[in-house]
């Protein structure tokens, strides 16, 4: 387990507290998290993360930061947010970046514990993969499974661009490796962003004898030990720009040196990268070679984001259900209608990771039981829904709006000896919610982010009509 927090007295009580559970390892600040990842021969499986970190102890950001370069080295690792900063908004959004729980300080170490056990005993096991892979029967996810059926047998690279928590990782090793004609060969995935930059050429190529203090013995790389299978390598955009060149000279003509070695190998084995940055801006921004960008690119396929894939929701909701119902030995939990319209109406910002993580959370809490649409709205990250048009684009649809919006109350308070201001501000307000809605085909957070405001707002605005 690891601990991360800048107070070394928290940090050290809560170690010595679980020590005869788990191995802990702790750490103070993100950058130190980092180093110390990389040297440890395996991943902890579980993290409680403070959020306020040097070098901005005051803010959440530091934290939010690293529970998203965790889970982009440990996909699966079970993040537990320990924070002074105990606000609900702090709470959502590091569970949208995929941390499992919140736990307020000061927390109770008992609590701690049961939760770390709990959420452990939640891992998604091999079985938790339908035979299928990818669980959706959405247009862009039969889209998605169409073109992976037939980019799966070609010997050229495919590159899986997606958000953070869309289903890369099943997509490559799933459809473009387990589904094919090499399923009998090494599947060897390795994730560029979690290794430091300076082991990355050994890790891939491997290295001959003395090439570098500490290389004792020569050994083979991850392009050798894949053989004729899969490289699969995740984080590509992360590639330091001194090894790109060796990893075009691979897929140009198969060609690869050890370090530290004059001689040349081949590589037969099929390379897929994934990749959640634009790599065309990395290569725009000079980080990324344009030409091994190119040869990467020939087969691109797009990962949906959840909010794009509709019911899937439901069909998600219910295969997650299912697994960790059964996994806890539990009756799975239902959701109210108004529950279940909420469900299908929330944009998931961090995708099927964060679905998934709701529904462990609601099989903890509220196993056999019928979940209300409030219950389930204090999971949701609503904060990701406001706020999305940005105060200076709406001050100049403003301003364009405004001699319009002038002319129209001239005319208006010509013709009326005297009008009620309260009245027409509110006749306006209706007009836009009803005008953001018909446009949204009635979806509510799609209209709320038209309107830049949140979901609850947009609930409390309509709400208060029928008051009147
Ligand atoms: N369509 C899907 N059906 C079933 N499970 C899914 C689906 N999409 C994602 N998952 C599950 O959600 C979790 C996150 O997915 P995955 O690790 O593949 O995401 P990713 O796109 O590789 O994310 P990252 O870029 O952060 O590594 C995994 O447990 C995965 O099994």
Same mark, same amino acid.
């Given at each position: 387990?690891?601990?991360?927090?800048?107070?070394?007295l928290i940090s050290?009580?809560?170690? *010595? %507290?679980?020590?005869?559970?788990?191995?802990?390892?702790?750490?103070?600040?993100?950058?130190?998290?980092?180093?110390?990842?990389?040297?440890?021969?395996?991943?902890?499986?579980?993290?409680?993360?403070?959020?306020?970190?040097?070098?901005?102890?005051?803010?959440?950001?530091?934290?939010?930061?690293?529970?998203?370069?965790?889970?982009?080295?440990? &996909?699966?690792?079970?993040?537990?947010?320990?924070?002074? @900063?105990?606000?609900?908004?702090?709470?959502?959004?590091?569970?949208?970046?995929?941390?499992?729980?919140?736990?307020?300080? #000061?927390?109770? &170490? %008992?609590?701690?514990?049961?939760?770390?056990?709990?959420?452990?005993?939640?891992?998604? #096991?091999?079985?938790?993969?339908?035979?299928?892979?990818?669980?959706?029967?959405?247009?862009p996810m039969q889209?998605?499974? $169409? @073109?992976?059926?037939?980019?799966?047998?070609?010997? *050229?690279?495919?590159?899986?661009?997606?958000?953070?928590?869309?289903?890369?990782?099943?997509?490559?090793?799933?459809?473009?490796?387990?589904?094919?004609?090499?399923?009998?060969?090494?599947?060897?995935?390795?994730?560029? !962003?979690?290794?430091?930059?300076? $082991? +990355?050429?050994?890790?891939?190529?491997? =290295?001959?004898?003395?090439?570098?203090?500490?290389?004792?013995?020569?050994?083979?790389? =991850?392009?050798?030990?894949?053989?004729?299978?899969?490289?699969?390598?995740?984080?590509?955009?992360?590639?330091?720009?001194?090894?790109?060149?060796?990893?075009?000279?691979?897929?140009?003509?198969?060609?690869?040196?050890?370090?530290?070695?004059?001689?040349?190998?081949?590589?037969? !084995?099929?390379?897929?990268?994934?990749?959640?940055?634009?790599?065309?801006?990395?290569?725009?921004?000079?980080?990324?070679?344009?030409?091994?960008?190119?040869?990467?690119?020939?087969?691109?396929?797009?990962?949906?984001?959840?909010?794009?894939?509709?019911?899937?929701?439901? +069909?998600? $909701?219910?295969?997650?259900?299912?697994?960790? !119902?059964?996994?806890?030995?539990?009756?799975? *939990? @239902? +959701?109210?209608?108004?529950?279940? !319209?909420l469900w299908l109406?929330?944009?998931?910002?961090?995708?099927?990771?964060?679905?998934?993580?709701?529904?462990?959370?609601?099989?903890?809490?509220?196993?056999? @039981?019928?979940?209300?649409?409030?219950?389930?709205?204090?999971?949701?990250?609503?904060?990701?829904?406001?706020?999305?048009?940005? &105060?200076?684009?709406?001050?100049?649809?403003?301003?364009?709006?405004?001699?319009?919006?002038?002319?129209?109350?001239?005319?208006?308070?010509?013709?009326?000896?005297?009008?009620?201001?309260?009245?027409?501000?509110?006749?306006?307000?209706?007009?836009?919610?009803?005008?953001?809605?018909?446009?949204?085909?009635?979806?509510?957070?799609?209209?709320?982010?038209?309107?830049?405001?949140?979901?609850?707002? +947009?609930?409390?605005?309509?709400?208060?009509?029928?008051?009147?």
């Amino acid at each position: 387990m690891l601990i991360v927090d800048d107070d070394s007295l928290i940090s050290e009580s809560l170690s *010595f %507290a679980f020590a005869q559970e788990f191995d802990v390892v702790t750490s103070h600040s993100r950058a130190h998290c980092r180093s110390l990842l990389r040297q440890l021969r395996q991943i902890p499986q579980l993290a409680l993360v403070d959020l306020g970190l040097p070098p901005l102890p005051h803010r959440p950001d530091e934290g939010f930061a690293l529970i998203g370069e965790l889970l982009a080295l440990a &996909p699966e690792m079970k993040i537990i947010v320990l924070s002074g @900063q105990n606000d609900d908004d702090n709470a959502r959004h590091a569970r949208t970046l995929g941390a499992v729980e919140f736990v307020g300080k #000061p927390c109770d &170490p %008992a609590r701690l514990a049961k939760l770390l056990r709990q959420s452990l005993s939640f891992s998604p #096991p091999q079985s938790a993969e339908p035979p299928s892979g990818l669980v959706g029967e959405s247009p862009p996810m039969q889209r998605l499974q $169409l @073109q992976l059926g037939q980019y799966a047998n070609l010997a *050229f690279p495919v590159l899986i661009e997606g958000e953070s928590g869309s289903g890369k990782d099943i997509a490559a090793s799933h459809y473009l490796h387990r589904m094919t004609e090499r399923r009998e060969k090494p599947f060897l995935a390795l994730n560029c !962003a979690a290794i430091s930059p300076t $082991l +990355l050429e050994p890790t891939l190529f491997g =290295y001959a004898r003395g090439a570098f203090t500490g290389a004792t013995a020569s050994k083979s790389g =991850y392009f050798e030990d894949a053989d004729s299978g899969t490289l699969f390598l995740d984080e590509i955009g992360e590639l330091p720009l001194d090894l790109q060149p060796k990893l075009l000279r691979v897929l140009e003509n198969g060609e690869y040196q050890r370090v530290g070695e004059t001689q040349s190998r081949i590589s037969t !084995a099929r390379i897929i990268a994934a990749t959640n940055r634009d790599l065309r801006q990395e290569v725009r921004a000079g980080r990324f070679r344009a030409d091994l960008y190119h040869r990467l690119s020939v087969f691109t396929v797009n990962v949906p984001p959840l909010r794009e894939m509709g019911p899937d929701r439901l +069909l998600l $909701l219910s295969h997650f259900r299912n697994t960790f !119902a059964h996994q806890a030995q539990r009756p799975p *939990f @239902q +959701l109210d209608p108004a529950a279940e !319209a909420l469900w299908l109406d929330y944009a998931f910002p961090g995708n099927v990771r964060e679905l998934r993580n709701i529904v462990i959370r609601l099989t903890a809490r509220h196993a056999g @039981q019928t979940v209300s649409k409030e219950q389930l709205l204090a999971e949701f990250d609503l904060g990701e829904l406001a706020n999305e048009n940005s &105060p200076a684009a709406t001050a100049g649809l403003i301003a364009n709006d405004l001699e319009q919006t002038r002319k129209a109350a001239i005319d208006h308070l010509s013709k009326n000896a005297s009008i009620s201001l309260d009245a027409t501000l509110e006749l306006w307000e209706r007009s836009y919610i009803e005008a953001a809605l018909e446009l949204s085909s009635g979806n509510m957070s799609q209209a709320a982010r038209r309107l830049g405001i949140n979901r609850t707002t +947009l609930y409390n605005r309509m709400q208060s009509w029928n008051r009147r």
